[in-house]
């Protein structure tokens, strides 16, 4: 099943309420596209809310090291995924302080992580994403550091 399709079944699951995952893939070889080969779910001890979502980060960092060692250590973490039911395709306050905890994170290995949004309801999800471009974005407004990216999948 593609990735959209997965990451759509899980918001079907769920909706309601939220949820999420991260993004496993690389940059292309030009650095302007990013591929996206593997997405993780929530895992089973994730805690979904109609307006929050708190994932299985154990299970999370598994599935994570499965995939970057499956794959030769090519495909690596990107960032994450989550839903906004009935909500807005932008970034909320929240998911800006989660890419930029990312971003922090030297256990995640990116500097400019991505965050992909699905908002609506079943059978009208949009996608968005984003990315941080510099974490110097906490001194101005956000939305001059982040740009929405277009997304591979592969």
Not at 22 to 28: A, E, H, N, Q, T
Not at 58 to 63: F, I, L, N, P, W
Not at 86 to 115: C, F, H, W
Request: proline letters at 5%; a positive charge.
């Amino acid at each position: 099943m593609p990735f959209i399709e997965q990451m759509k079944s899980e918001a079907n699951r769920q909706y309601p309420k939220e949820t999420g995952g991260c993004l496993m893939g690389y940059l292309s070889d030009n650095k302007k596209d990013i591929v996206i080969t593997d997405i993780v779910g929530p895992g089973s001890k994730a805690t979904h809310k109609n307006n929050s979502f708190i994932p299985d980060y154990d299970y999370q960092e598994r599935k994570v090291a499965e995939i970057y060692k499956k794959t030769g250590r090519t495909s690596t973490y990107l960032g994450d995924w989550h839903t906004h039911p009935d909500g807005r395709q932008s970034l909320s306050n929240i998911d800006v302080t989660a890419l930029q905890n990312i971003s922090a994170y030297s256990k995640a290995r990116t500097e400019s992580p991505i965050m992909v949004i699905l908002s609506g309801s079943p059978s009208r999800w949009t996608l968005s994403a984003w990315q941080l471009l510099s974490k110097k974005f906490l001194f101005v407004r956000f939305v001059k550091f982040l740009r929405e990216v277009k997304l591979r999948i592969h």
